[in-house]
T-cell receptor
Framework: AQSVTQPDIHITVSEGASLELRCNYS??????LFWYVQSPGQGLQLLLK??????LVQGIKGFEAEFKRSQSSFNLRKPSVHWSDAAEYFC????????????FGQGTRLTINP | EAGVAQSPRYKIIEKRQSVAFWCNPI?????LYWYQQILGQGPKLLIQ????????DSQLPKDRFSAERLKGVDSTLKIQPAKLEDSAVYLC?????????FGPGTRLTVT
């Protein structure tokens, strides 16, 4: 069965600073990997996804993530954060049967200092 | 883009009462999920439907939770009787290609 670990429960960065959120997964086959963002009281919005091809994927809102098979990682990055990026971020892995049955990490709460 | 409506958005009940949630996908999708998200945790899959049928309900507490999908479109999730530990956000999602689209969720508070 697949699993996801997000080592950082809470991260605080200053506005304009760079950001990296860590995600490690465990899955026997080629994984489908996702990053979702959740603002307070909102549903989950997909930032980006990976399932094959270029290991550096671009997403919405200026986010990108890099798939590293050797490290079983899929870290999320943004070169310069904005106050509106404050939210909860979830990494998820889907099974090889069309990315079904997502397993989520516990999430990383991002706080932005002005 | 697919859309998912859920109702109600908020619900407060006392323990041992029953409650029901509704999920209304805006456009037809074969695969539908219910997730439970406890405060401070990521969503956890409760049940997966393919059309009208249940594909996976291994993590559904079947002694108190039940779910059905009507005509392969709308779905309901019911809890009877509720326990304090059922306080959570219940998310409905539909599969569109390799991506899942989530509704806004129903926040349940059990007192």
């Amino acid at each position: 069965a697949q699993s996801v670990t997000q080592p950082d429960i809470h991260i605080t960065v200053s506005e304009g600073a760079s950001l990296e959120l860590r995600c490690n997964y465990s899955y026997g086959a080629t994984p489908y990997l996702f990053w979702y963002v959740q603002s307070p009281g909102q549903g989950l919005q997909l930032l980006l996804k990976y399932f094959s091809g270029d290991t550096l994927v671009q997403g919405i809102k200026g986010f990108e993530a890099e798939f590293k098979r050797s490290q079983s990682s899929f870290n999320l990055r943004k070169p310069s954060v904005h106050w509106s990026d404050a939210a909860e971020y979830f990494c998820a892995v889907g099974d090889s049967q069309g990315a079904q049955k997502l397993v989520f990490g516990q999430g990383t709460r991002l706080t932005i200092n002005p | 883009e697919a859309g998912v409506a859920q109702s109600p958005r908020y619900k407060i009940i006392e323990k041992r009462q029953s409650v029901a949630f509704w999920c209304n996908p805006i456009s037809g999708h074969a695969t539908l999920y219910w997730y439970q998200q406890i405060l401070g945790q990521g969503p956890k899959l409760l049940i997966q439907f393919q059309n009208n049928g249940v594909v996976d309900d291994s993590q559904l507490p079947k002694d108190r939770f039940s779910a059905e999908r009507l005509k392969g479109v709308d779905s309901t999730l019911k809890i009877q009787p509720a326990k304090l530990e059922d306080s959570a956000v219940y998310l409905c999602a539909i599969q569109g290609g390799i991506q899942q689209y989530f509704g806004p969720g129903t926040r349940l508070t059990v007192t």
